[in-house]
């Protein structure tokens, strides 16, 4: 039986809606650097992103003070806001996306970020308006590839997971996503194929074109 078209579109913020794990990578290797743990973008991209930012500052700097790993995660949230607040990051195709979402149903974003970091560039990006929920690292305890995130989301908004699809860029994320039963499309740039072969499908790009196809599927 061939997938009926969503009604509940359901975005992933870094390095999906916002083209920045260039970004939060080298903000990454600066303050585990000078907290005396060295981190390659080797190992940020094979092992860390896609993670929670609390969680990212565990696994890497071992910490269980929640109060220092909190202070970790707001100076990578100060460093991130300088570097992207105009918006700059979410590109016009992204933007084309998340509108045509939002005019033929509900969209939303579910993301491992803090809301401080998420909203402003939304706003900045012209995009708040068109998003009905954004759900993030502050109101659930379980990161992706836990779904506690979509499963939020989906309460919110009132919808089924079967009338949803979710867009993400990360294994942690195709997990997540595919674990509250969503169907979810992978978008490269932040990972190999392979290790995206979880997802329904794979995708080069997010934009306005895969959104009206997923529309018109069903």
């Known amino acids: 039986m061939p997938a009926l078209a969503p009604r509940t579109f359901l975005f992933d913020f870094n390095g999906t809606l916002s083209d920045d794990e260039p970004i939060l990578c080298a903000i990454f290797r600066e303050l585990f650097g000078a907290r005396g743990r060295e981190l390659s ?4 991209f ?4 896609g993670l929670s930012d609390p969680e990212i500052v565990r696994a890497w700097l071992g910490l269980t003070d929640e109060a220092e790993v909190k202070r970790v995660v707001d100076e990578k949230i100060a460093r991130y806001r300088i570097q992207v607040a105009d918006g700059s990051s ?12 939002a005019a033929n149903g509900a ?11 998420v909203e402003p560039v939304l706003v900045a990006a012209g995009l708040r308006d068109a998003v009905a929920a954004v759900v993030t690292a502050d109101e659930f305890k379980r990161g992706k590839p836990d779904p506690e995130g979509y499963l939020r989301a989906l309460a919110i908004l009132g919808a089924a997971a079967t009338d949803a699809i979710a867009f993400e860029d990360s294994e942690a994320g195709v997990g997540a996503a595919r674990a509250a039963g969503i169907r979810c499309i992978a978008v490269l740039g932040t990972m190999t194929p392979a290790r995206l072969e979880a997802a329904d499908e794979i995708v080069p790009r997010l934009d306005a074109a895969l959104v009206r196809r997923l529309l018109e599927s069903g």
């Open 107 to 117: 969209a939303a974003v579910v993301s491992g970020a803090a809301r401080e970091e």
């Open 46 to 49: 094979g092992e860390l992103a």
């Open 41 to 44: 973008a080797e190992t940020y």
């Open 90 to 101: 979410v590109s016009r195709s992204a933007r084309e996306a998340v509108r045509l979402a």
